[in-house]
Each structure stands twice: as C-alpha cells, then as structure tokens.
C-alpha cells in the first residue's frame, strides 16, 4: 500500500421506519410451509431484515445519479487515478482492485453498511390484525407488462411486504477516514439517506412500495486513538442532530468534531 493512514472510523447508528409496505425480495425456490410466490428475505430465524447490500447499493446507485458520474456500456466506470480521485463514489464505495494497477491505496472502501433487524416491538396489536403472516402481509398484485402499461393475462401473484409502521434497528453505517478531506466525503452519505427518503428500497416502488425514514440517528467519532484505549463510540458527535436533513444542515458543525488523535 501506498502511504494509507488511518485517522479513525465514524459509526452512523439510527432506526429505519417502514412507511410504505417494504419488500426485498428473497429466495423464491425452497418451499416454506404456506410459502407465497413472491417472499421476502428473512434471516434465520424467519424474520425479515434489511441486508446491508441493499441498503449500501440503493445509496450508491442514487448518489451515482446525483453526482452525474462518468457511465460506459451502461455502467459507472472510472478508469484513471485522476477519475477516481475526483469521484466521491469510487472514493467511499471502492473500486475493483484490477482496475488500476499497482497502487492498493486507490482501492480502499470507506463505507460499511450492516444487516438491520426488525424490532418485533415496533409491530403494535393493530398492525397484527392486518398481517397474513407472522410479521408481513401479503397483496395480490397483477404483473404490468412494462411495454404496453396493462395488466398480463392471468399473472396475479402474492406479494409479500412488510407493514408500515414497521422498525428496523440498529442501523449501523460505518465510515473510514482515512485522510483529511474524507471528513467532507461523509456529507454524501447523509445526502443519498435523504435522497432514499424520497424514493424507495426494495422492489414494486412505482407501486408505492418501500418508502422508508432514517430515525434516532447518533454519529459517533472513533479515532485511532479511541481503538488502541478501547474507548469505541463514546464520543457523540451529532449535537443531537437526528435525521439526515437536520444532520446536513448542520454538517459543518459535525464536522468540527472529528478531531484527529493518535
Ligand atoms: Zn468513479
């Protein structure tokens, strides 16, 4: 590697409120018991979660757009150091390593998304009463051919989605500094959180599926030093900013306060 620092991690904990059903599609083969053609991903103990790929590719592809990012043959692709170094998604997302050869320190990815759980408390009498499944409903949907806008003979499916109201926690972004001017990078993940608040995660979004809200959102700042004391996450930097809009507004101020120690 060339001449990588480390200055410290930042930890993004929050909640993600369901406001519209939300449904990431899981495996479709391998039956389960009173299975529904179209289920949800669940984990192993058959509760539905958010993976955090989805979470970290949802972010990605909406900054991507937002950032008007180079595109070749359909996909983003920087090629150069110069590209690469000017462009905030190959800088917190990373680049493929064969890419640019000969220099690890190009390669580096800054952001770490986590699995979120569900919050079984968050699923109140009311949303159960309204649930076909332990903790998801199911909809019948028509399949719309994209073509022609109408509905495909016969093709109704059940879809399964998870209820608003629903809460996932804890949400857990991680975010590398690894240089200086890193601590301004860290103002585009809060930008794509706002920009998913006004889209959607998962699938059926045209449908109205998957509006989401990050919620309760504290932002720690881990230096080196706070890793060799063994002191992780004691140093709130949010000054109470909960939300991405109010943590934008206010980034500046944040900001000041991820000071190096080493
Ligand atoms: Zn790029």
């Known amino acids: 590697m060339n001449n990588v620092s480390f200055l410290g991690k930042i930890m993004i904990q929050g909640s993600i409120e369901i406001k519209t059903g939300l449904r990431i599609g899981g495996m479709t083969t391998g039956v389960k018991i009173g299975g529904v053609d179209q289920p949800v991903i669940t984990d192993p103990n058959n509760k539905p979660y958010i993976p955090g790929s989805s979470l970290k590719g949802k972010l990605r592809s909406l900054l991507e757009k937002k950032e008007q ?21 190959c800088r917190i ?22 699995d979120t759980y569900l ?42 989605r998870i209820p608003a109201g629903a809460i996932f926690k804890p ?7 690894f240089e200086e001017n890193d601590k301004d990078l860290l103002m585009k993940i809060f930008e794509a959180m706002e920009l998913l608040e006004h889209d959607y995660l998962g699938g059926m979004g045209s449908r109205g599926y998957g509006q989401i809200k990050f919620k309760d959102i504290d932002i720690f700042w881990n230096s ?13 930097i949010s000054n109470g900013f909960t939300t991405p809009v109010e943590i934008l507004k206010n980034f500046e101020t944040i900001k000041e306060n991820i000071k190096n120690e080493s």
């Not at 997302?93 to 986590?114: E, H, P, S």
């Not at 109140?124 to 499944?133: S, V």
Request: glycine share 6%.
């Open 69 to 89: 990012v180079k595109i070749a043959n359909g996909q983003h692709s920087c090629t150069s150091i110069d590209e690469y170094k000017n462009c905030p998604i």
């Open 93 to 114: 997302w990373g680049i493929m390593g064969d890419k640019i050869k000969d220099n690890d320190a190009f390669t580096l990815t800054r952001v770490i998304i986590r």
């Open 119 to 160: 919050d079984e408390s968050s699923i109140t009498e009311e949303m159960r009463r309204n649930m076909d499944l332990e903790w998801t409903e199911v909809k019948m949907e028509t399949a719309i051919d994209r073509f022609t806008g109408t509905a495909k003979g016969g093709s109704l499916r059940q879809i399964e």
């Open 171 to 177: 949400m857990e972004i991680l975010f590398n500094i």
């Open 224 to 236: 080196k030093r706070s890793y060799t004391q063994g002191a992780i996450n004691q140093n709130k």
